[in-house]
């Protein structure tokens, strides 16, 4: 994304525009806009103390509170004139009807995690409305359902489960922080996907504000639109305010393990042949490998390092029988094994150390930031060794420790899901989804040149490994690098389906039917979100 001091440019600009129509932005619109509010808000007194400008001395704390990418967090990234914190709905359905009365884009910010920072970064007047005060969570556990509001976090989600039963959990993210808001609207996977699908795959039901205002549920919003905002992202369809879940039966006891080899304990081979088994595994059995360059010794000479890390929904006896099985050469040992409740097994894959209170996952801001680019991949043939060795050389020519992958088997349930069952298309075939990584947290923005084009000529590099035609993507891995609509205001169906079908397929074109019938002014839009046909 640019950088600019969009602020001050728009700023000229409206002295240009002062005598333009009704929906230009003026030098008074902020109070326009602050009464509008009132106006349209069911309790005028609240939404003073919960809207934001520049000219609040907290306005800058809330902004930043969520941000995850710290390549976003400069004085050059454009920042909102407004900032809405809504407690009810009726202020969001305000920020709505005003956002558009003073032709101000409107930007909704659950958990703030998106890769690009489009839930709180615009390169033209905009509004955010922040979802944080809208988190409550109602778990049913007779019904075996939950209510969550969209600001809530994963990690207040599981916790909430977890304090009501012992043998449900949810099957969504890892890292606790992640808003449901834009999370569900994206997927969402997490350690269950190969039992349960993703977050999306449980959803039954939604509180949605469309573009006119009106709040609808699954009834009255009809089918077609339910379908598009259980995967279709974020920002194109309206404001989850709250999404009904279904519950998923987990063990009292699960397994994890996390073994670590290196290239001189024949990681290449293992990372090979896991390519073979791990989408065939029992869908009990979830096991991730995360690939990361490190030094091996005093002369400094690089080795990678596989870790394979895993989720087992049972206790340690039948693990070992499962992966002496199916995996011999891992060579898993009970030592390696620990034995938990699925929700410590959620700290445990959220990176905590063992012992952690559970409460962790309710912090809002308890994972560590950095700056990152991140894309996404999914395999459908495994990679030869002599790809593997290709990938280690260009890992060795980045520093140390910033590049990683992780790679995601799929199979399971996920190979039963339809295609077209939710706009999320990444199902039959798949073998496992890689994230490519390139993270620092020293050199700051100055270096982000350097390992924004490594990671570019790496995603070069393995386009000759992963799915073609279209080369796929994940969603909720957000990447402006692909396809070609990086150009404001360029929402074009030609332009967007460039990544339009990398991330949805086929289901592409029934999410821009869905978004012409629904938005046809393309009111909510950002620079990756489904256009109506007509723009
Ligand atoms: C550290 C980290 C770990 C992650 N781990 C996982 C993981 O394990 N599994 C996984 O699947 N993904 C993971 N992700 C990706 C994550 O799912 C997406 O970034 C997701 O979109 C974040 O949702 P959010 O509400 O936090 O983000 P936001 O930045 O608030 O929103 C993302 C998008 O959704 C829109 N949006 C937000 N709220 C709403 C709403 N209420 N209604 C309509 N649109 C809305 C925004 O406008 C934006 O376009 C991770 C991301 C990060 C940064
Ligand atoms: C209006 O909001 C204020 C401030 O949040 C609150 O104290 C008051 O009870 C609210 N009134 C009604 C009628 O909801
Ligand atoms: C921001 O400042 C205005 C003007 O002083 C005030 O009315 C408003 O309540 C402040 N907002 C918040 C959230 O404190
Ligand atoms: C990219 O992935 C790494 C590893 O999961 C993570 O630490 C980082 O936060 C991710 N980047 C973003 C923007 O989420
Ligand atoms: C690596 O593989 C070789 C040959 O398959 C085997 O002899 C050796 O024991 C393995 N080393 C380790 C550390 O597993
Ligand atoms: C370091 O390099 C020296 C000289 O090349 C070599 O003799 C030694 O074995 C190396 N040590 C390690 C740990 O690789
Ligand atoms: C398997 O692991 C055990 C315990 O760590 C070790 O002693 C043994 O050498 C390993 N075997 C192979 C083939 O790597
Ligand atoms: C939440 O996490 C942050 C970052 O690790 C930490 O500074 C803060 O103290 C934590 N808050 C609570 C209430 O534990």
Known sequence: MKMANFTLRHHLACLLLFAAPLVAFSTSAPENFMQCLSLHSENATAISKLVYTPMNSSYSSVLDVTLQNLRFLTPFAP???F??????????????????????????????????GLSYLSEVPFVIVDMGNLRSISVDVEEKTAWVQSGATVGELYYRIAEKSKTLGFPAGLCPTVGVGGHFSGGGYGTLLRKYGLAADNVIDAQLIDAQGQLLDRESMGEDLFWAIRGGGGGSFGVVVSWKVKLVPVPSTVTVFALQRTLEQNATKLVHQWQLVANKLPEDLFLQVILQSYNSGPNGT?????????????????????????????????????????????????????GEPLE?????????????????????????????????????????????????????????????????PHRAGVLYKIQHITAWTTGGNEVAPKHVSWIRSFYSYMAQYVSKSPREAYINYRDLDIGMNNVEGDTSYKQASAWGKKYFKNNFDRLVLVKTAVDPDNFFRHEQSIPPFSS
């Open 79 to 81: 920042k909102p004139l």
């Open 83 to 116: 900032i809405v914190t809504p407690l009810h709905v009726s202020h969001i359905q305000a920020a709505i009807i005003c956002s558009r009365r003073y032709g101000l884009q409107m930007r909704t910010r659950s958990g703030g995690h998106d890769y690009e």
């Open 302 to 354: 690089r080795t990678m390092q596989a870790i394979f890390k895993t989720l087992y929904l049972g206790g340690v006896d039948s693990l070992l029988k499962v992966i002496r099985n199916s995996f011999p050469e891992l060579n898993v040992t009970r030592q390696d094994c620990t034995e938990m409740s699925w929700i410590e097994s959620v700290v445990y894959f959220a990176g905590f150390p063992t």
């Open 360 to 424: 962790i996952l309710l912090n809002r801001s308890s994972n560590t930031k950095t700056f990152f680019k991140n894309k996404s991949d999914y395999v459908k043939e495994p990679i030869p060794e002599s790809g593997l060795e290709g990938m280690w050389e260009k890992f060795f020519e980045e520093d140390e420790g910033v590049p990683r992958m992780i790679w995601n088997p799929y199979g399971g349930k996920m190979a039963e899901i339809a295609e077209s069952a939710i706009p999320f």
